[in-house]
């Protein structure tokens, strides 16, 4: 009965975030083309999914997320694995990570295409960059801190440095990492515009971007129903995924 | 919707040119040309890549990731400038760019003192500015110049937030169509036969590929023949690439022209010395360096 | 007159630097632990207890004096030497067999074997009905004992425990105690064991060492002559325990002076 | 000598990063108007500095950031503690929260633009955005993992739900909610050139943005270099707050 | 024949629903606390002892039962009655004056005087020179104490305390313990306290209430009969000791059942 009722609230939710939309457009008297109103919008996904575009997208969108964020949560443990370990090595990398981190993905594009092109590749590579850092922070310092006294057990037993890494600070990171993941699936969502915008000619961010720019302002507002909606979605899913850990791991009863 | 969606992969020995282009009316004769035989000719084909803004069109053109594009003139000039390798060879399109301004906007002189929305001060746009400002009497600094993307410009009229733009087609006929705005002045009445969008190749495209380059200029020369009788089949192709309305597409088609799109050394210079006179640019490249007039003069 | 000597620490003494001042933790310590005896370590709080078991155990290395095990000089933690947390140390992703083969996946021996070794001490310490359970799903008294059977599992020299039943309930408490001593028998288990209970100490062990803080020295040892199993309510034990709270001024007799903890 | 070795560290890590880059240069034998080289980009930094350029953007960057990050630190902690403490409303909230938060800044302009303008509007709410929803997630999630204890404190005293919310659970919270406005930091600070893009002729952002429309890539780059060591100030200064807050709760020794 | 009653509890039962099974935790539970008194409440871990405390004190309803304070029912918290948490519940952001203010913040006291009534208790606690450091920088019992200051200064009719030296090393425990003692003495506190030591609860309670788990009831009540202070090595006290160990089958007498914890 809980989660039916979870998701009661969620769609209970969605449509009072439906109704205030609508209110906002009657109440400002706003023009069709400038902001359509709910229903033209569900009209335009209505339509982009008969032309069988909505679905092509999606299915291009979701692929490229999921090769840039998951190449990326595997770089970025496993390097976080390696820097959490040795600590001057951090000491280093970590202002390099701080500098290059805040620098929008809009700024790089020019060098983006350059090494990687235009199509898949950047939009892949800008998912990658928004996922890796964030997931890089947080197994840095999950690893950072693993309790110490797993480590002295370790020591105890005599575990070689491999299997130290592999049965101790992975497993005992992987709680917080898990929650790094989390975390990053949002963030990185979001740089799915940006990174569509680099040439690509599919796909939820071009949808909108294009659609932006012929001024169909109802698919744009159809993507960003779209982009929402499977955010929310995989933040879920991603969300059950830590729960879970969690469970295991033992961190809640 | 768009053709290079589904470009059939059929892979034969014909080179590929790919040409970016923005989803403007100013790229007409390229649609034209992937539409017809499907991009598919003798000696070529043609790969039409959309993309978003004129930034990011150029930096896949710097980068050599596409071999050509339908852009602004003043952004290759530049780009030539800064050591790329390109060649205009034809022109997109003559005019068709409009003057939109609020409806409470009169006369030039009801600007003073307002925002007016061009896209990036590299563009005729922001000529055409400077020429309708300098015709009523007023100088440059009068109005608030805003560099704004094309697609937010119809809203910031619509809202009151800008007094007016002037940008490509088809952004000046949705705010006209909507009754947002209205046009104060169409760009042929401030500068004739003014340069806007051209169509630029990368120099090894042309070094490597000349007979295919040759084609692929006949054909968009022809496309635009075929595009300026704006009949219904060339307003059905137009909409694949744009995804427009009607009136929306009928009213910037009015304003525009593609039949003869040699770029003719004088307006060429016309447009130096403007790029020179307004201080965007002290050495404009040459037309000798820049243009390449041969392949559209070998078109009958 | 002692049986043979497991451990030996001589002139034992750490230093720690805490925000630029360094504070002695320890001072000469030395002291000598023979076979199959059950020593006890009895402090008040922060007189370096921790510290000392931590040196014993090769985690720390001491800034003066030698702890040997067997006559070798001890340079790092080893398998001889097996120290249990005060938190039991269990790997919450691991089930009570994980933990307990932890310490066995080291050695080259055959899955089946490894797993039957486990086994074994989890039956010894009256878990084998535990061993698919997550730590988690235990009392704290039945981590105690998984901890207590990894550590038996590997059959070491000398164990180290660290206020090992400090966290449990009274009861469970008492009852750990007595296992404690039936597996010990058994094992024969040389063991040293670090404290702030005075019943512990002289219930469990064959002598108690009396710390002393700042800096910690020992500084009194006493001999538990009562035979093992012991009553907690026989006159014997409590004679040790009044002698232990005399030395710490605990009775009435003296009162203890008021605030100054 | 710890700090000081600590810059040291950091300067290190920076001249490595811009040794690599150089290298890059010279390896890829890239255009330099494609790839500038440092010593381009640091040319570049000095003709903006020389022309009060830099000076003037940094300037008003800063203060747009401000404005935003400040204003939507201040919403967001409001608001999150009132529904972190009213479970049925966060459970309605959620996800509208998580629909809204995965959508980017460039997908909204259009709407922006409607109703916010141009110029410096635009930019603070971008920013606005990016740095609401983390702190919003962050407070909810800290105020709902106010120790109980507190609580019961709390309750024991009789003290007024008013009083509760300043004295108890604000400042219970407040060590989770600082590290929240640090992170925060770190993801809004990237939406500056996203803010700068719509109708601004200023700042760092229109910095990057304009020099990509007139192709000047080593401005590009200037404006990147800017952004990154200004993003690792700034995420320094918010980590030391965050430190001091950490030691003040007692939450490190 | 006894004071005045200060608590009464009747009937009280509590069940609580876990994964969708329904536990009863507490069973019928009634007994008495006169003014003056300290009653200890001695069981083994999870009999029920923390949720009988926080139902006299209102922090939940009961199930089934009442309690009265002063002959008035127990609604919710309240400031006539104090509980003091294990892990002392200080807010770490003030100082150690700033927690013991804290009770007095509701009632309509100039700051002078509020702080001089918060100093007094400080005082009476032996902490008056630590009223500005924040309770991180304190030791275990000197959190206690602050813990104890703060419940005493706003004069409530009754104190509750959940294993309140359970985190302190045994020789604090003894301090805070005659402590607790002297300021219950001079202050008329009443004081129900919830323990598992047994040591604890005979060295400190009027009456011992022993109880049972699954569901927790009270199985015997037990008084002390010995004047305070009492001596920890004298007869008495270890008589009654001894037949509170023998009540949990804890003497060598009756062997403990090995693992049923
Ligand atoms: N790594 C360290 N750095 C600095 N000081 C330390 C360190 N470890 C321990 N100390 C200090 O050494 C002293 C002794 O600590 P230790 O943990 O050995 O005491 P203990 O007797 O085990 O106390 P407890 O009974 O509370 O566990 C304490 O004052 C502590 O602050
Ligand atoms: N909020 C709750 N929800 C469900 N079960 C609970 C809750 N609180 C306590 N219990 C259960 O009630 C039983 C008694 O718990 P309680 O904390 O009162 O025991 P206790 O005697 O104080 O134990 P300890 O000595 O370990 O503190 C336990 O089995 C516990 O799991
Ligand atoms: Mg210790
Ligand atoms: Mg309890």
């Given at each position: 009965m809980r989660p039916l009722s979870k998701t009661a609230a969620t769609a209970f939710a969605l449509l009072l975030l439906v109704a205030a939309w609508q209110a906002v457009v009657q109440i400002g008297h706003y023009d069709r083309s400038l902001l359509p109103s709910p229903l033209h919008?569900?009209?335009?996904?209505?339509?982009?999914?008969?032309?069988?575009?909505?679905?092509?997208?999606?299915?291009?969108?979701?692929?490229?997320?999921?090769?840039?964020?998951?190449?990326?949560?595997?770089?970025?443990?496993?390097?976080?694995?390696?820097?959490?370990?040795?600590?001057?090595?951090?000491?280093?990398?970590?202002?390099?990570?701080?500098?290059?981190?805040?620098?929008?993905?809009?700024?790089?594009?020019?060098?983006?295409?350059?090494?990687?092109?235009?199509?898949?590749?950047?939009?892949?590579?800008?998912?990658?960059?928004?996922?890796?850092?964030?997931?890089?922070?947080?197994?840095?310092?999950?690893?950072?801190?693993?309790?110490?006294?797993?480590?002295?057990?370790?020591?105890?037993?005599?575990?070689?440095?491999?299997?130290?890494?592999t049965r101790i600070v992975f497993p005992s990171a992987f709680p917080q990492i898990a929650h790094g993941l989390h975390l990053a699936i949002g963030t990185s969502w979001i740089f799915l515009v940006s990174g569509e915008m680099v040439g690509s000619q599919s796909g939820l961010g071009f949808l909108i971007v294009d659609s932006r720019n012929v001024l169909r302002l109802d698919l744009v507002m159809a993507g960003i129903v779209l982009i929402g909606v499977f955010g929310l979605l995989l933040d879920r899913t991603v969300g059950l995924l830590e729960r879970w850990v969690g469970r295991q791991w033992g961190m809640e009863k | 919707?768009?053709?290079?969606?589904?470009?059939?992969?059929?892979?034969?020995?014909?080179?590929?040119?790919?040409?970016?282009?923005?989803?403007?009316?100013?790229?007409?004769?390229?649609?034209?040309?992937?539409?017809?035989?499907?991009?598919?000719?003798?000696?070529?084909?043609?790969?039409?890549?959309?993309?978003?803004?004129?930034?990011?069109?150029?930096?896949?053109?710097?980068?050599?990731?596409?071999?050509?594009?339908?852009?602004?003139?003043?952004?290759?000039?530049?780009?030539?400038?800064?050591?790329?390798?390109?060649?205009?060879?034809?022109?997109?399109?003559?005019?068709?760019?409009?003057?939109?301004?609020?409806?409470?906007?009169?006369?030039v002189q009801d600007l003073k003192g307002k925002s007016f929305a061009i896209p990036s001060a590299f563009s005729t746009h922001n000529i055409l500015l400077y020429q309708m400002l300098k015709k009523a009497g007023m100088a440059y600094g009068d109005v608030k110049a805003v560099e704004l993307a094309p697609a937010e410009m119809p809203a910031a009229l619509a809202s009151g937030r800008i007094a007016g733009y002037v940008v490509a087609e088809p952004f000046g006929a949705k705010s006209v169509v909507i009754h947002k705005g209205k046009v104060l002045y169409q760009s042929q009445d401030l500068w004739d036969d003014s340069v806007d969008c051209g169509l630029v190749l990368r120099g090894d495209l042309i070094r490597k590929q000349p007979e295919a380059v040759q084609a692929f200029v006949a054909a968009y020369a022809e496309a635009g023949q075929k595009a300026e009788t704006k009949d219904a089949e060339v307003k059905q192709n137009f909409k694949k690439y744009m995804n427009l309305n009607d009136d929306e597409l009928n009213l910037s088609l009015q304003w525009i022209k593609y039949d003869d799109l040699k770029i003719g050394k004088e307006p060429y210079e016309q447009l130096r010395s403007y790029l020179k006179e307004m201080g965007l640019s002290d050495n404009p490249p040459a037309y000798e360096d820049f243009v390449d007039p041969s392949f559209m003069d070998k078109v009958k | 007159m002692r049986q043979e000597t497991v451990l030996e620490a001589t002139g034992l003494s750490k230093r720690f630097t805490h925000k630029g001042r360094t504070e002695p933790v320890l001072n000469d310590v030395s002291f000598q632990v023979g076979q199959n005896e059950i020593i006890s370590i009895l402090g008040k709080s922060g007189c370096g207890k921790s510290t000392l078991l931590h040196l014993l155990g090769g985690f720390e290395r001491p800034d003066e004096g030698t702890v040997r095990i067997n006559g070798q000089p001890v340079t790092g933690p080893s398998r001889n030497c097996i120290m249990l947390f005060q938190h039991?140390?269990?790997?919450?992703?691991?089930?009570?067999?994980?933990?307990?083969?932890?310490?066995?996946?080291?050695?080259?021996?055959?899955?089946?074997?490894?797993?039957?070794?486990?086994?074994?001490?989890?039956?010894?310490?009256?878990?084998?009905?535990?061993?698919?359970?997550?730590?988690?799903q235990l009392s704290g008294g039945m981590q105690q004992r998984v901890a207590l059977a990894r550590a038996l599992a590997v059959q070491p020299k000398l164990l180290l425990m660290d206020e090992p039943f400090a966290a449990v309930d009274t009861f469970t408490r008492y009852q750990l105690q007595d296992e404690l001593l039936r597996i010990q028998r058994e094992e024969r288990t040389t063991i040293i064991l670090v404290t702030h209970d005075i019943d512990e100490a002289v219930y469990l062990s064959d002598r108690v060492l009396l710390m002393g803080a700042n800096p910690g020295t020992i500084r009194t040892e006493l001999a538990v002559p009562a035979a093992k199993p012991r009553d907690r309510g026989h006159e014997d034990f409590l004679h040790v325990r009044r002698t232990v709270l005399e030395r710490f001024e605990l009775t009435r007799a003296a009162p203890a002076p008021e605030f100054s903890i």
């Open positions: 919008v569900a009209q335009g996904i209505v339509e982009l999914a008969r032309s069988g575009v909505l679905f092509e997208d999606l299915q291009v969108s979701l692929l490229r997320f999921a090769a840039g964020y998951f190449s990326a949560s595997v770089c970025a443990i496993l390097l976080g694995l390696t820097l959490g370990r040795i600590r001057p090595l951090w000491t280093l990398v970590d202002p390099i990570v701080q500098v290059l981190r805040p620098v929008s993905p809009i700024a790089w594009s020019p060098f983006i295409v350059l090494w990687f092109g235009i199509g898949n590749a950047p939009a892949i590579v800008i998912i990658f960059l928004a996922a890796f850092f964030p997931v890089l922070l947080s197994t840095v310092k999950a690893v950072r801190s693993v309790d110490a006294t797993y480590l002295k057990v370790a020591q105890n037993f005599e575990l070689p440095p491999l299997r130290l890494l | 919707a768009c053709g290079s969606r589904s470009s059939d992969s059929s892979a034969e020995d014909k080179p590929v040119i790919k040409i970016g282009y923005l989803p403007i009316t100013h790229a007409g004769p390229l649609y034209i040309e992937e539409e017809t035989k499907g991009g598919d000719y003798d000696g070529f084909r043609l790969q039409l890549i959309k993309f978003g803004s004129w930034p990011d069109l150029m930096d896949a053109l710097n980068a050599g990731k596409i071999d050509g594009a339908s852009v602004l003139m003043e952004l290759a000039m530049r780009a030539k400038e800064q050591g790329i390798d390109l060649k205009a060879v034809a022109l997109g399109h003559k005019d068709g760019n409009v003057v939109v301004v609020a409806n409470d906007i009169g006369k | 039991y140390g269990l790997l919450p992703w691991r089930t009570v067999l994980g933990n307990v083969e932890l310490g066995l996946e080291n050695e080259r021996l055959p899955a089946s074997e490894r797993k039957e070794r486990a086994m074994r001490y989890l039956r010894k310490v009256g878990l084998e009905d535990k061993a698919g359970a997550f730590p988690r």
